[in-house]
């Protein structure tokens, strides 16, 4: 639920700047209100697609294969786990695939809970014992039912979105807050000035990004809290520490908020998509996150 709030709040407030933007530049009113249904139009449309080609998406960016027919014990035993899980948390069992790399990871994508998909790394699955392969189908299927798929995709083109308005708008408008543009030449001339809309957009975009993924840490924190409910604080702890001897995740940009195990930097913490796994494992053991509504 609170996940929801939070994607409402942000639409509110994404539409209250802009208006109040639009409004101190003296637009009249019927234009503040297209631009805003323009706004609402345009993030709509954005967030549909990309919900809807999730899974196609996901899996072409990685290559990955779905198991139709399970050819070897692992897999019989992935799809098995994944089936049981699925029964338990109560959703139809979601489309099991996998993909070649030698890091261990693993993702959930899809438009809706019980039309999912979760793949996994051929890494995870020959290097993982069974029992932290079902801690890391526990992990994945929270985020489903949590729906935080859904979340991040629409948050993300919310925020897409407000870095495309704002930038366009103020950018349209500037010239009525410096008259002096008009006059001097040089001024048009200037580096400052001809780089203005970029620093612009890339301050806006440091600030949105920094948003975002605060939300991503957040919910990796409970989807690992949710898998301890699940299968238990030991098997999810294990499967953490067995994630810690992979390589740097290999897996393309685009869905590295999704992955279990994601890139890390400990130079600008405020832009990881994940918390560390010393952070996850600690906050297992003091079970911060489990006694939550996950």
């Keep these: 639920m609170t996940h929801f709030i939070l994607l409402f709040l942000a639409n509110c407030c994404n539409i209250l700047f802009f208006g109040t933007i639009l409004n101190l530049m003296g637009l009249p009113s019927d234009n503040i209100y297209s631009c805003v249904l323009m706004y609402i139009f345009f993030n709509l449309q954005q967030s549909i697609i990309a919900l809807y080609f999730s899974k196609q998406n996901s899996?072409?960016?990685?290559?990955?294969?779905?198991?139709?027919?399970?050819?070897?014990?692992?897999?019989?035993?992935?799809?098995?786990?994944v089936k049981q899980q699925s029964q338990l948390v109560g959703i139809k069992t979601p489309t099991i695939a996998v993909y070649s790399s030698p890091t261990m990871n693993a993702f959930a994508t899809g438009f809706k809970k019980n039309n999912s998909l979760i793949a996994f790394s051929s890494s995870l699955l020959t290097t993982m014992n069974h029992e932290e392969i079902e801690a890391i189908i526990a992990h994945e299927l929270t985020h489903i039912t949590r729906r935080d798929v859904i979340t991040m995709i629409v948050l993300q083109n919310i925020v897409n979105a407000s870095i495309f308005f704002v930038s366009q708008v103020l950018f349209r408008y500037f010239l009525k807050f410096f008259p002096i543009y008009k006059k001097n030449y040089s001024v048009k001339k200037s580096i400052l000035f001809a780089h203005l809309p970029i620093i612009h957009k890339y301050t806006i975009n440091i600030i949105s990004s920094a948003i975002t993924m605060w939300?991503?840490?957040?919910?990796?924190?409970?989807?690992?809290?949710?898998?301890?409910?699940?299968?238990?604080?030991?098997?999810?702890?294990?499967?953490?520490?067995?994630?810690?001897?992979?390589?740097?995740?290999?897996?393309?940009?685009?869905?590295?908020?999704?992955?279990?195990?994601?890139?890390y930097n400990k130079y600008i913490s405020?832009?990881?998509?994940?918390?560390?796994?010393?952070?996850?494992?600690?906050?297992?053991?003091?079970?911060?996150?489990?006694?939550?509504?996950?």
Aim: hydrophobic share 35%.
């Design 59 to 81: 899996l072409k960016s990685v290559n990955g294969t779905i198991i139709n027919f399970p050819c070897n014990n692992i897999e019989k035993r992935l799809v098995e786990a």
């Design 215 to 263: 939300f991503s840490r957040k919910r990796e924190f409970y989807a690992d809290a949710g898998a301890a409910k699940i299968v238990g604080c030991k098997k999810i702890i294990a499967a953490l520490k067995r994630l810690k001897n992979s390589c740097n995740p290999q897996e393309p940009e685009s869905i590295h908020t999704l992955c279990i195990n994601g890139k």
């Design 270 to 294: 405020f832009f990881r998509s994940h918390p560390t796994l010393d952070q996850r494992i600690e906050a297992i053991k003091k079970r911060k996150y489990i006694s939550s509504k996950v």
